[in-house]
């Protein structure tokens, strides 16, 4: 008989929604509880979670959230958990990184070639009540500091629905040109995006989820992460702390370079022209 169950209230987009459903399914398994919340093989194709047996009866509903961070791990016994929050604390993650790999196939390795590439947000991150659009300027600057060596450019961006978006990526390339960089611009699919993350070479982050998982699960030579503040920026040019306190982009190592010499003014590391 299993201690009980674990249960997901996913938020957000695919990228999102991997660290509620990572993070309840170590809990789960630490614990022997059955986790019934499954999440899409989208990207990845996950194992299935682990049955422990039948749940008991008449169980406590207990519940952890956003806040739960000192006692996330606290085994309180036979209950019925629910996970309802973003949980995005990347140190948790890394730290069970070997436990998550265990329970997903690997992407399908491509040639790196000494591919460098740039992955870049735009859609969501600009609407009526917040900017999170990375400056230009950012990804020249690390690319100026990082990238002598590399000729070729590959950026990978989502669907482009909005002739900002499209202005945006013209001037990246353009300002890349005028570097003397061969760009390959793609608009793939998902997976493909994914895979060229992983497999990269070299990788210049965003300030996405969806880039986080790409990035965690590389093993590439540089990877050169957004210092992600959980600020945005209002179209007042204010600064506002976002509800869900992330701690993203901050591990570093020999391998991981979080890039903070850009700017002491977080406002800096956004596109004014949008706020």
């Known amino acids: 008989m299993s201690n009980g169950i674990v249960?997901?209230?996913?938020?957000?987009?695919?990228?999102?929604?991997?660290?509620?459903?990572?993070?309840?399914?170590?809990?789960?398994?630490?614990?022997?509880l059955n986790l019934i919340s499954r999440i899409d093989n989208k990207i990845f194709i996950i194992k299935e979670n682990i049955n422990y047996g039948i749940n008991p009866k008449n169980?406590?509903?207990?519940?952890?959230?956003?806040?739960?961070?000192?006692?996330?791990?606290?085994?309180?016994?036979?209950a019925n958990y629910i996970f309802n929050g973003h949980f995005q604390w990347e140190s948790y993650f890394y730290f069970h990184k070997n436990m998550i790999l265990n329970w997903i196939n690997p992407v399908i390795d491509i040639d790196r070639n000494k591919k460098i590439i740039i992955h870049i947000r735009l859609d969501d991150f600009l609407n009526d009540y917040q900017n999170l659009v990375i400056n230009v300027d950012y990804y020249i600057y690390c690319v100026k500091k990082y990238c002598q060596n590399y000729k070729e450019i590959t950026i990978l961006c989502d669907k482009i629905r909005k002739k900002w978006e499209q202005d945006y990526i013209k001037?990246?390339?353009?300002?890349?040109?005028?570097?003397?960089?061969?760009?390959?611009?793609?608009?793939?699919?998902?997976h493909k995006d994914m895979a060229d993350i992983i497999n990269s070479d070299t990788l210049i982050c965003s300030n996405s989820t969806f880039c986080f998982w790409g990035m965690f699960f590389s093993d590439s030579k540089k990877i050169i992460k957004f210092p992600y503040t959980g600020y945005s920026i209002?179209?007042?040019s204010k600064l506002?702390?976002?509800?869900?306190?992330?701690?993203?982009?901050?591990?570093?190592?020999?391998?991981?370079?979080?890039?903070?010499e850009f700017s002491g003014d977080i406002k800096k590391y956004f596109m004014r022209k949008y706020y």
Do not use: M
């Open 7 to 32: 249960k997901c209230k996913f938020y957000g987009r695919y990228g999102n929604q991997l660290f509620t459903y990572f993070i309840a399914r170590i809990f789960a398994e630490k614990n022997k």
């Open 171 to 190: 001037e990246l390339i353009q300002k890349l040109k005028e570097l003397n960089k061969n760009v390959i611009y793609r608009n793939n699919n998902i």
């Open 59 to 78: 169980l406590t509903t207990i519940i952890r959230d956003n806040n739960s961070r000192n006692n996330l791990l606290s085994y309180e016994g036979k």
């Open 234 to 236: 209002t179209k007042k």
């Open 240 to 260: 506002e702390i976002g509800f869900t306190t992330p701690e993203l982009f901050k591990f570093e190592d020999e391998f991981n370079i979080v890039e903070k």
